[in-house]
C-alpha cells in the first residue's frame, strides 16, 4: 500500500497548492518539500531491504485500468532493485533540490506555481519509475512532459522561456511517435503490455527477431526524445530557460535520465534485440556525446555548458545500453545525478551571486564563495571521471563494457569525449572561479538553505562511486549486477554486464586521456598560454560552427518548422479555401445562381409567350404519344 | 412502457422549456435564463442517472418507449438507449448545460429567441440519440439542423449570413441524402415481411442480401458523413463554427458533429455487409480528414478556424476507430466522440469569452494573456493538451483505444494517424505561446478574467469531465462497451463483401 | 356524303384558326374571339363523334361547352373592360407588369 503513497503524496501536494494555499508561498513550499521527503522516508526501508539482499525478489501490485474484450491495460507497481535505485535518487536528489529551490527562488513570483509543478513532476517521475506496464510508463512519460512545460516555461513572459518550453514538449512528442508505434508492435506480438510477461515471452523466443529489432529501435525513439540524443537533442539546451534548479533535478539528475531507465527496464527487449538495432543504439549515443562535448567548448553560457556536458553524459548512458553494459549505465546514471545536479546547483549559486550567467563575467569567486567553489570543484572532478571520485568508477565502467564489447571505435569516442570534457570543465573552473576579477557587484556565498543541498550532494559526488568498487562491501557491490541482472531478472538471467570486471588499461587509458584534457584547459585559459581567441580565429569557421550549435537548431527551425509552416501547411490551406471552398462549394451555388438568372428570362410576362408555352408542350406530348 | 419515462422527460424537457418561454416576456431576461437553467438541470440530472442505472451486464436497448404514431405507415414514437447511445446523451445534456451559462455572458439581445432555438436544437439531439423509429430519427436529425439557421444568422459574428447559409444546405443535403437510403430500407424491409414498418430494431433483425446493402449504405454513409464532417465534405464546419456565437459553436462541434458519427453507427448495425464493404474507404478518407484537417488548422490565425479544423482532424480519430470494426477502435471512437466533444465545448467558450470582450480571434492580436486572465488561461492549456491527446485528461484514453484497433486491421492507417498527434500538438501549442505567453500586450490591460460564478462554470465542469473520465476512464468505457460488443459481433458476424 | 371525316377535319381548321388567332393577335377582344372559335371547334367534334357512334354523352359535354364557354366570356371581357379603364389599352404586348 505504501508503494501507492509515492504517487498520492505527491499528486496530492500538487493539488493542494493549486486550489487551497496558492495564494500563501511559504506555506506551499513546505508542502510541496513535505511530500518529497515522506516519498523518500518511504523509499529508505526498500533502499535498505535491498542493500542487504541484492536479489530481492522483485514486488509487483497492479488493477484495470481499462478492462474491454481484447484490450486490459492495467497501473501497476514494480519495486525491483532496478526501481529502488532510480525511486532513491529521484526523491533524494529531489528532496536535496526542493529544499535548495526554497532559497533560491525567494521572493519569485509565483512560488507556489512552482512548487506545485515541482510536485506534479516528482509523481510523474515517480509513476514512470514504478511502471510496470508500456500505457503506463508511457502516460507518465507525457506527464513527465507537461511537468518539464510547466517549469521550463515558468517565466512565461519571457519569449525565450515561452519558446524553450514549446519546443521541449514538441521534440519529445516526436520521439514520443516512435515509442507508441513501438508499443503497438510490441503488443500485438506478445500480446501483453507487462513488463514481466512479456520479457518471459521473449525469452522463450516466440517472437521474431526483426520485429523485437523494429519495435526495439521505434521504443529508443523515446528514449532519444526524452534523453536529448541525437537528432533529437536540441531541446536540452534551450531548456536552461527554466530556473536552474529546475535544470538541475529535470534535466541533469532524473527526467532526462528517464530515457535511460526505460531502456534498462525494458532490457529484456534489447537483450534479445538483432545486433544490428544495439549497434544503432550504441552509434547513437557515442555520436551525441562526443558533439556534444564539442559543443560545449563552443559555450560562454554557464548553464549551457553544463547542460551540453549532460548531454554529452546521457551519450555515454545510452552508448553503453548499446553496447550491452546497462548495469554500467544505470551506474552512470546514479552518479551523474549527484554530481550534475551538484554542477547545476553550484551554476545556480554562482548566476545568484553574480546576477549573470556568463562565465566571463565571473571570475575569481573562489575568495568570495568557498563552499560553492569547493563542492563545484568536487564535483566536476567527478564529472571529469578522475580516481577516486564517483564519475572515475561509472566512466570507467562504461568504457570497460564498450571496449570488451569489441567496439574499439566507440571506445576511442568515448576516450576523446572525456578528454574534451576535461577541457571544458577546466575553462569554467578556472575562468570562473579563479583568475582576474571580472564581475560586477558584491557577490558573497549563498544562505545555508542552498549550501547544505549542495556540501551533501557532495558527498555523493565523491563516495557514491565505491559502490562499484570490487571487493568493498560483497553486498553492496554486487547490486550493480543485481541492477544489471534486474531488468532481465525474471526469467533469471543475468544482463550482458553480469560479469564485472575491472580493466586497468581501460582506466589508465581514460585517466591519461582526462589529465591531457586538464592540461590543455589549465594551458589556454589559466596559464594563458596559448590565446583562446588566436585559437578561436585561427578556426574561425568551426568556431563559429560550434557556436552555432552546428546549425542543427538553424535547419530545424529554418528548413523544417518553417518549411511545415510556410509552405506546406499553405498548400493544404490554398486547396481548402480556393478549390474546395471557393471553386466547388461557392462554385457550385455561383453555377446555380447563374442558371437561375438565365432561367428568369422565360417569365416575360407576355401573356401570349406562356400560350406558345403551352401549346408547345402539348405538341411534343403528342408526338411522344405517337412515337411510342 | 414501464415505469418512469426518463427518455422522453430527458427530450421533452428543452422543448416544455421553448413552449414555456414563448409566454415570456423578452425584457424579463432573469426568467427567461432561469428557465433555460432549470430545464437543462433536469436533462442533465437525469442523464447522469441513466448513466448509473443503465445495467451493462443486460446490454441491448433500454428505458424503451413506444407509442403508435401512424399505424397504417409503421411509423411509431419509440425511443430507447443503449451504451453507446447512453454516452452521447450524457454528453448533449453536459454540452447545453455549460453551453447555457455560456450564452448567459455572451448573448446580450434577442435572449428569449436563442434560448428557444438552442433548445430546439437539443430536443432534436437527444431526440435523435434516443431514436429506435427511422422516420422519427430523420425528423430529429432535422430538428437539430434547422434551428441553426436563425441561431448562426442572427447571433453569429462576422460573415454569418454566408456561413449559416452554407451549413444549413449543406447539412439539409446530406439529410435528404440519407432519408434516401433511410426510405429503401422501409420498403426493401417492408417487402420481405409484408408488414411496413419504421421500428429500427425490426429492420436490424432482418438481413439483407450483400449487393443491396452495398449500395444502400453509400447514401447513408454519406449523408450522415456529412455531418461527421467527412472528408472531402467538411467545408461546412469550420465557417459554421466561426460565425457562430459560443454555446451554438459548443453544441455544433460538441454534439452535432457526434450526430454524423452516431448515424453511421446505426447504418452499420443495420447494414453489417454494406458497412464491411465501404469501411475501407472510411478510414482512407479519416486518414484525410486527420492529415489535411490538420495541416490546415496549421496555417490558421482565426483561432476558432483553427480549432474548427482541428474538430474535423480529431473526427478522422473517430471515423478511423469505427472503421477498424473491432471492439477497441470502436469503443475508442464512441469514448472520443464523447472526450473531444467535451473538449471542444471547452474551447469554443473559452475563445468566446475573450472574443466577448477583444473583439477579435486572431492569434497575432494576441500576447501574454496569461497575466491578465490567468483562469482562462490555464482553462486554455488544459483544453490544448487534451486536444493535443496528453495522458490524465479523456481524450488521451480514447485515442489509445482507436490507435491500438486501427494499428491491427490498418497498421499505415494507424501510424499515419499517430503522426497527428504531433500535428494538433504543434498547433496547439503555438497558439497558447502566441496568445498566453510572452510579453503582455497594453491595449489588453482591461481584459477581465473569468472570475464570477456562472462565468467559470461552465469551464469548471467541463474540465473536471474531462479529468474525471482521464483519471477513470471505466465510469464510461463499461457503459459504452456494452453498446459496442453486440453491434461489432454483429458486424463481424457478417461476410466481408 | 358527309362522313365523320369531314366534321373532324373542319373542327381542326376552325381549332387551328382559333389558336393562330390567340397566339398571334395583339388585340385582347380577338384574342377572346380566336378562343371562343376554339371552344365551338371543340363542340362541333363532339357532336360528330355524339351522332356518327351514337352516344348522348358528347351531347351533354356539348351542353356543359357551351355554358363554360359562355361564363368565361363574360369573365374575360369583364377583366378586358377592367384593364382598358385602367391602362387605356388592349394591346396584349403591353400587359407585362408580371414578368421577372
Known amino acids: 500500500m505504501d508503494i501507492w503513497a509515492l504517487l498520492i503524496v505527491p499528486l496530492a501536494a500538487a493539488l493542494i497548492i493549486t486550489f487551497i494555499t496558492r495564494k500563501r508561498a511559504e506555506l506551499s513550499s513546505y508542502v510541496s518539500v513535505g511530500a518529497v521527503v515522506l516519498c523518500f522516508l518511504i523509499v529508505l526501508p526498500y533502499l535498505v531491504r535491498m542493500l542487504g539482499n541484492p536479489h530481492m525478489e522483485y514486488i509487483e501490485q497492479s488493477f484495470l485500468w481499462i478492462d474491454i474484450p481484447g484490450l486490459m491495460v492495467e497501473m501497476g507497481t514494480i519495486i525491483d532493485p532496478l526501481s529502488i535505485i532510480m525511486l532513491f535518487i529521484v526523491t533524494f536528489v529531489g528532496s536535496l533540490i526542493h529544499i535548495y529551490s526554497r532559497g533560491y527562488m525567494h521572493g519569485e513570483k509565483g512560488y507556489a506555481r512552482f512548487f506545485a509543478s515541482l510536485s506534479l513532476f516528482i509523481f510523474s517521475m515517480l509513476g514512470i519509475v514504478l511502471a510496470n506496464n508500456f500505457i503506463m510508463i508511457f502516460v507518465f512519460w507525457e506527464l513527465v512532459g507537461l511537468a518539464s512545460y510547466l517549469l521550463i516555461g515558468f517565466y512565461f513572459e519571457k519569449p525565450a522561456a515561452a519558446d524553450a518550453a514549446k519546443k521541449a514538449f514538441l521534440v519529445n512528442r516526436i520521439g514520443d511517435f516512435g515509442f507508441i508505434l513501438g508499443i503497438f508492435v510490441l503488443y500485438y506480438a506478445t500480446g501483453t503490455f507487462n513488463f514481466v510477461k512479456m520479457a518471459h515471452i521473449i525469452q522463450a523466443g516466440e517472437v521474431a527477431s526483426g520485429t523485437l529489432g523494429l519495435a526495439a529501435l521505434l521504443i529508443f525513439c523515446g528514449a532519444v526524445g526524452k534523453s536529448a540524443q541525437f537528432p533529437l537533442h536540441v531541446w536540452l539546451p534551450d531548456a536552461m530557460e527554466g530556473p536552474t534548479p529546475v535544470s538541475a533535478l529535470i534535466h541533469a539528475a532524473t527526467m532526462v535520465a528517464a530515457g535511460v531507465y526505460m531502456l534498462a527496464r525494458t532490457g529484456f527487449l534489447y537483450a534479445a534485440a538483432p545486433h544490428e538495432a544495439m549497434m544503432v543504439i550504441a552509434y547513437i549515443g557515442g555520436l551525441t556525446a562526443f558533439m556534444a562535448a564539442l559543443l560545449a567548448l563552443g559555450q560562454n553560457d554557464i548553464k549551457r555548458i553544463i547542460a551540453y556536458s549532460t548531454l554529452s553524459s546521457l551519450g555515454y548512458m545510452v552508448m553503453s545500453v548499446g553496447v550491452g553494459g546497462t548495469g554500467a549505465g544505470m551506474f552512470y546514471l546514479m552518479t551523474h545525478a549527484f554530481f550534475k545536479a551538484l554542477l547545476f546547483l553550484g551554476a545556480g549559486s554562482v548566476i545568484h551571486a553574480c546576477h549573470t550567467n556568463n562565465i566571463w563575467e565571473m571570475g575569481n569567486l573562489y575568495p568570495k564563495m568557498k563552499i560553492t567553489g569547493v563542492t563545484f570543484i568536487l564535483g566536476s572532478l567527478a564529472m571529469m571521471g578522475i580516481f577516486p571520485f564517483s564519475g572515475f568508477w561509472s566512466k570507467d565502467e562504461i568504457l570497460t563494457a564498450t571496449f570488451f564489447s569489441g567496439n574499439y571505435f566507440l571506445f576511442a569516442i568515448g576516450v576523446l569525449t572525456a578528454m574534451i570534457t576535461a577541457i571544458f570543465m577546466t575553462k569554467v573552473i578556472t575562468v570562473t572561479f579563479f583568475g582576474e576579477k571580472r564581475y560586477h557587484g558584491h557577490p558573497h556565498e549563498s544562505p545555508a538553505g542552498m549550501t547544505v543541498p549542495l556540501m551533501l550532494l557532495a558527498v555523493f559526488a565523491v563516495f557514491v562511486g565505491l559502490a562499484g568498487l570490487p571487493g568493498l562491501d560483497p553486498n553492496f557491490g554486487t547490486f550493480i549486477s543485481a541492477v544489471a541482472g534486474s531488468s532481465a531478472a525474471h526469467a533469471g538471467e543475468h544482463g550482458a554486464s553480469g560479469a564485472h570486471h575491472f580493466s586497468y588499461f581501460v582506466a589508465i587509458t581514460s585517466t591519461i586521456a582526462v589529465f591531457i584534457g586538464i592540461a590543455i584547459g589549465w594551458t589556454i585559459y589559466s596559464r594563458k598560454l596559448i590565446d583562446n581567441n588566436a585559437i578561436a580565429a585561427k578556426f574561425s569557421g568551426f568556431h563559429t560552427a560550434l557556436q552555432n550549435r552546428l546549425y542543427i537548431d538553424h535547419f530545424y527551425d529554418r528548413v523544417i518548422v518553417a518549411g511545415i509552416y510556410n509552405n506546406i501547411a499553405r498548400v493544404f490551406n490554398f486547396i481548402e479555401v480556393f478549390i474546395i471552398i471557393h471553386f466547388i462549394l461557392n462554385g457550385t451555388a455561383y453555377v446555380t445562381r447563374q442558371i437561375g438568372k438565365g432561367l428568369r428570362l422565360t417569365i416575360s410576362g407576355q401573356l401570349q409567350h406562356y400560350a406558345f408555352g403551352m401549346v408547345g408542350g402539348v405538341l411534343v406530348l403528342m408526338i411522344i404519344y405517337v412515337l411510342l | ?497 | 356524303m358527309l362522313t365523320l371525316d369531314h366534321f373532324l377535319i373542319l373542327s381542326f381548321i376552325l381549332f387551328s384558326v382559333g389558336v393562330a388567332g390567340v397566339l398571334l393577335r395583339r388585340n385582347i377582344i380577338i384574342v377572346l374571339m380566336s378562343l371562343e372559335l376554339i371552344f365551338n371547334s371543340v363542340n362541333i367534334t363532339l357532336a360528330a363523334f355524339a351522332y356518327y357512334l351514337q352516344s348522348i354523352t358528347g351531347t351533354v359535354f356539348v351542353v356543359f361547352n357551351i355554358a363554360i364557354a359562355a361564363a368565361e366570356v363574360a369573365i374575360g371581357l369583364a377583366i378586358l373592360v377592367a384593364v382598358y379603364r385602367t391602362r387605356k389599352t388592349v394591346n396584349v404586348e403591353e400587359l407585362k407588369d408580371m414578368r421577372y
Open chain 2, 1 to 497: 412502457m414501464e415505469g418512469f419515462p426518463i427518455l422522453s422527460v430527458i427530450m421533452l424537457s428543452p422543448l416544455a422549456a421553448v413552449i414555456l418561454l414563448l409566454f415570456v416576456d423578452d425584457a424579463r431576461v432573469a426568467l427567461v435564463r432561469g428557465i433555460a437553467i432549470a430545464s437543462t438541470s433536469i436533462s442533465l440530472a437525469l442523464s447522469l442517472y441513466l448513466l448509473f442505472i443503465y445495467d451493462k451486464v443486460k446490454g441491448g436497448f433500454q428505458f424503451i418507449e413506444k407509442i403508435e404514431w401512424v399505424q397504417s405507415l409503421g411509423i411509431s414514437y419509440h425511443l430507447g438507449v443503449d451504451g453507446i447511445s447512453v454516452a452521447m446523451v450524457l454528453l448533449t445534456s453536459i454540452v447545453i448545460f455549460t453551453g447555457v451559462f455560456v450564452s448567459w455572458v455572451g448573448i446580450k439581445h434577442r435572449i428569449r429567441e436563442h434560448y428557444m432555438f438552442l433548445l430546439l436544437l437539443v430536443a432534436g439531439v437527444y431526440g435523435v440519440f434516443m431514436s429506435l423509429d427511422l422516420l422519427f430519427f430523420f425528423l430529429f436529425y432535422e430538428l437539430a439542423v434547422i434551428p441553426m439557421y436563425p441561431l448562426i444568422g442572427i447571433w453569429g459574428s462576422a460573415n454569418r449570413e454566408y456561413a449559416t447559409m452554407k451549413l444549413t444546405l449543406y447539412l439539409s443535403l446530406g439529410a435528404m441524402i440519407a432519408l434516401l437510403g433511410l426510405l429503401s430500407l422501409y420498403f426493401t424491409a417492408g417487402a420481405k415481411t409484408g408488414v411496413y414498418t419504421f421500428d429500427m430494431l425490426q429492420i436490424a433483425s432482418l438481413s439483407y442480401e450483400t449487393g443491396y446493402q452495398i449500395k444502400v449504405f453509400l447514401p447513408l454513409l454519406l449523408g450522415f458523413g456529412i455531418l461527421v464532417p467527412l472528408a472531402p465534405f467538411h467545408s461546412w464546419s469550420p465557417t459554421g463554427h466561426a460565425a457562430a456565437p459560443s454555446a451554438v459553436s459548443m453544441l455544433h462541434a460538441g454534439v452535432l458533429m457526434k450526430l454524423g458519427a452516431y448515424g453511421i453507427l446505426r447504418t452499420m448495425w443495420m447494414l453489417p455487409d454494406g458497412a464491411q464493404y465501404w469501411m475501407p474507404w472510411v478510414a482512407g478518407l479519416s486518414l484525410i480528414n486527420i492529415f489535411y484537417g490538420g495541416m490546415v488548422a496549421m496555417s490558421r490565425r482565426d483561432m476558432k478556424f483553427m480549432i474548427g479544423y482541428s474538430s474535423s482532424s480529431h473526427m478522422g480519430y473517430v471515423l478511423l476507430g469505427i472503421a477498424t470494426v473491432n471492439y477497441i477502435g470502436v469503443n475508442g471512437a464512441v469514448l472520443l466522440m464523447f472526450a473531444h466533444g467535451v473538449m471542444t465545448a471547452l474551447a469554443f467558450s473559452l475563445i468566446g469569452f475573450v472574443y466577448d470582450q477583444a473583439h477579435t480571434r486572431m492569434i497575432y492580436d494576441f500576447s501574454g494573456l496569461a497575466k491578465k486572465v490567468p483562469f482562462v488561461a490555464v482553462a486554455f492549456a488544459i483544453m490544448g493538451f487534451a486536444s493535443s491527446g496528453l495522458p490524465g485528461l479523456a481524450n488521451f484514453v480514447a485515442e489509445l483505444m482507436v490507435f491500438i484497433g486501427a494499428f491491427k486491421e490498418y497498421p499505415v492507417h494507424a501510424i499515419i494517424a499517430v503522426f497527428g498527434i504531433i500535428i494538433t500538438a504543434t498547433y496547439m501549442l503555438r497558439c497558447m505561446r502566441d496568445v498566453f505567453f510572452r510579453e503582455p500586450m497594453e491595449k489588453w490591460d482591461d481584459l477581465r478574467d473569468a472570475s464570477t460564478f456562472v462565468e467559470r462554470l461552465p469551464f469548471v465542469l467541463l474540465i473536471a469531465v474531462l479529468l474525471i473520465v482521464g483519471f477513470y476512464p471505466a465510469v464510461l468505457v463499461d457503459v459504452i462497451n456494452s453498446g459496442v460488443v453486440p453491434l461489432v459481433n454483429k458486424l463481424n458476424a457478417a461476410q466481408v463483401g
